[in-house]
């Protein structure tokens, strides 16, 4: 399946690639700091240019997978396959291969992942995604999941298919995935005086006059650590590697709190360093805010000394409407300030379309299309505005265990497949 840019300098394909094949590329090119878009197209001169026979790469199960390439780059892969008289498939899985050997991979990170989820326009849905991130990463690797297949996630209703038989790609983008549970050990770290993770999720919220985050931030609590605040979300789905810090009112005072800190862009990392060694995937829920604790959340989420590109940064959900798109004009400008004051690097991760219904009409459709245009960051889900979230947020239950087979959850699996 092929489908061309509006600019014309890249076209969209859609084809199958064994899984651990899928697995490594995304994380060589976050290695190496490649575009997975710019690594298959090296990839496949790389495998033009060759004469000798290669091996053959097994590609039975082959998983939906998509990228942007160069015009015409595509057509010349099927018609060097079939000169070659080997499936499609095997081609790409040989080039990705190919590459895959000549690009060798850098000493392992040493870092926990951290995944900040900000925007600072309320009512986009940064808590529920951050909630299913968090619990598509603890799912137990003993569960059989259902992920999206990417292109569902990414499709929309209006683009149009040429190239590939229509049934084809129809079974391309419509077709589960099924997975291993990913087992990690995550900490969902509830950063917004709000507390609607804390709730959302049925555990009760700090004391004011208690110890908490905003007060191990301001230094104004000595003793213990942010490890004696943390709870464990009692669920068998995530056999106990789900744990929350609850949040606490006190950091509605946070930015004035740390305002006279003379490092206190440091101030949640110097709180959550003491933890670090405990878990896999460290997430975020930030409030609404473009202030001090933003710019906290933002260097938090920096590429730190010798950490491999991708492995943290920012989560960004947004909406398929207009005003979202000027909440997010904003929040670039804070980062890309902060990467000038402080000298430092923040990946993007990609964004969320949250909450998304075509049957909204034009203006939605549309904003969505926009939206899907962005290179950096790109779009790496689309979620739908359905009942099942909010029923999980009523029976104080994590999306996940409440509805583990909704299409929410099958495409935060896939969100997470993307950037973890």
Not at 292 to 317: F, K, Q
Not at 393 to 402: C, F, G, I, T
Request: contains cysteine; aromatic residues 4%; glycine residues 8%.
């Amino acid at each position: 399946m092929v489908t061309p840019s509006p600019s014309g300098d890249r076209e969209k394909v859609v084809s199958k690639l064994p899984s651990q094949l899928r697995r490594d590329l995304k994380v060589r090119a976050a290695q190496v700091g490649v575009d997975i878009q710019d690594a298959v197209s090296e990839a496949l001169d790389m495998w033009q240019a060759r004469t000798d026979e290669l091996p053959t790469i097994d590609t039975a199960g082959g998983v939906a997978w998509s990228s942007w390439l160069r015009p015409g780059q595509w057509a010349e892969l099927k018609a060097t396959c079939a000169q070659r008289e080997m499936p499609l498939v095997q081609g790409l899985a040989q080039a990705v291969d190919l590459w895959l050997q000549e690009r060798s991979a850098p000493a392992p990170t040493p870092y926990v992942r951290r995944i900040v989820l900000c925007n600072q326009k309320g009512g986009v849905g940064k808590t529920a995604v951050a909630a299913g991130v968090a619990g598509a990463c603890a799912e137990s690797p003993d569960l059989k999941v259902l992920v999206a297949a990417e292109a569902v996630a990414l499709q929309s209703s209006e683009e149009t298919v040429t190239g590939d038989s229509f049934g084809e790609a129809e079974e391309l983008l419509q077709n589960d995935e099924v997975h291993s549970g990913l087992g990690l050990r995550v900490l969902l770290v509830d950063y917004d005086p709000q507390g609607h993770l804390t709730a959302q999720l049925g555990v009760q919220p700090i004391g004011i006059d208690d110890p908490s985050l905003a007060k191990y931030m301001a230094g104004t609590v000595r003793t213990g650590s942010v490890r004696d605040l943390i709870v464990t979300i009692d669920d068998d789905r995530f056999g106990g590697r789900l744990d929350i810090l609850p949040a606490c009112a006190d950091a509605f005072l946070l930015d004035i709190m740390i305002s006279t800190d003379r490092n206190r862009q440091a101030t949640l990392q110097r709180a959550l360093e003491a933890v670090e060694a405990d878990y896999d995937v460290i997430v975020v829920d930030c409030p609404p805010s473009l202030g001090v604790g933003m710019d906290a959340a933002i260097y938090y989420a920096r590429r730190r000394d010798n950490e491999a590109p991708g492995n943290s940064g920012v989560l960004i959900p947004v909406q398929a409407e207009d005003s979202s798109a000027d909440a997010f004009a904003l929040l670039l400008d804070q980062i890309e300030s902060g990467q000038a004051d402080w000298g430092i690097q923040v990946d993007h991760l990609g964004l969320v379309v949250n909450l998304y219904d075509a049957r909204d009409g034009y203006v939605i459709t549309s904003s969505l299309e926009a939206w899907k245009q962005f290179k950096e960051p790109r779009v790496v889900g689309v979620i739908g505005r359905l009942k099942e979230q909010r029923e999980a947020v009523r029976n104080k239950r994590a999306l996940m265990s409440y509805a583990p087979a909704s299409q929410q959850a099958k495409v935060l699996r896939r969100i997470v497949r993307e950037i973890v």
